[in-house]
């Protein structure tokens, strides 16, 4: 199975700008999940979604949004970016079959910077 | 509220010596308890998860881990590093309240001299 994969992986965008970053899944997961790596803060939750549904959100600004298609690929959107918006932004999915957590494969992740 | 405490920011073991990687959690309620390695420019790799079955946790590349509730503890060992285990590694918990979310650790970066 192909794994989970992440466009683009390389993005320079301007104070004030918005982007969209987009999560194919691994075929059959429904569940894909959206995280924030940087030096200072490590690897943060932003949201999870499951059947085009947000199940899951965390404590991000509404600046961040996501969303979450019929065939389980996901975008996220981050409006009127900030300097302390750069970071490697990871997706991750899984089965979320078993009712309980289950095991999350990440992409490669979006490294973006803000100028 | 479940949390993850990994002890060393920076590791340096020789080639050929044991890696011991700590990771102490916080969780009111029996956790899921995962490593993930970070190689640069590259997304998370899973090494090994605890999901309430053994304690004794094995995974890729000659990695383990025990988990142990009395002391809240779910350290990563290897008997013998290699050069190729150089790299980031990040304890994560997972499972006490209705999220699926993943919280990490501030992460261990693994230097390995030859």
């Known amino acids: 199975k192909a794994g989970v994969t992440q466009t683009p992986r390389y993005l320079i965008k301007t104070r004030g700008q918005q982007v969209t970053l987009s999560c194919s899944p691994i075929?059959?997961?429904?569940?894909v999940s959206w995280y924030q790596q940087t030096p200072g803060q490590g690897l943060q939750f932003l949201f999870e979604y499951f059947s085009e549904t947000q199940r899951n959100k965390g404590n991000f600004p509404g600046r961040f949004s996501g969303r979450q298609f019929s065939n389980s690929r996901s975008e996220m959107n981050v409006s009127t970016l900030e300097l302390g918006d750069s970071a490697l932004y990871l997706c991750?999915?899984?089965?979320?079959?078993?009712?309980?957590?289950?095991?999350?494969?990440f992409g490669p992740g979006t490294r973006l910077t803000v100028l | 509220a479940q949390s993850v405490t990994q002890l060393g920011s920076h590791v340096s073991v020789s080639e050929g010596a044991l890696v011991l990687l700590r990771c102490n959690y916080s969780?009111?309620?029996?956790?899921?308890l995962f490593w993930y390695v970070q190689y640069p420019n590259q997304g998370l790799q899973l090494l090994l998860k605890?999901?309430?079955?053994?304690?004794l946790v094995k995974g890729i590349n000659g990695f383990e881990a025990e988990f142990k509730k009395s002391e809240t503890s779910f350290h990563l060992t290897k008997p013998s590093a290699h050069m190729s285990d150089a790299a980031e590694y990040f304890c994560a918990v997972s499972g006490a309240d209705s999220s699926y979310k993943l919280i990490f650790g501030s992460g261990t970066r693994l230097l390995v001299r030859p």
């Open positions: 969780s009111s309620v029996p956790p899921y």
């Open positions: 075929s059959g997961h429904r569940s």
């Open positions: 605890y999901t309430s079955a053994a304690t």
């Open positions: 991750a999915s899984s089965s979320s079959m078993a009712g309980g957590p289950d095991t999350q494969y």
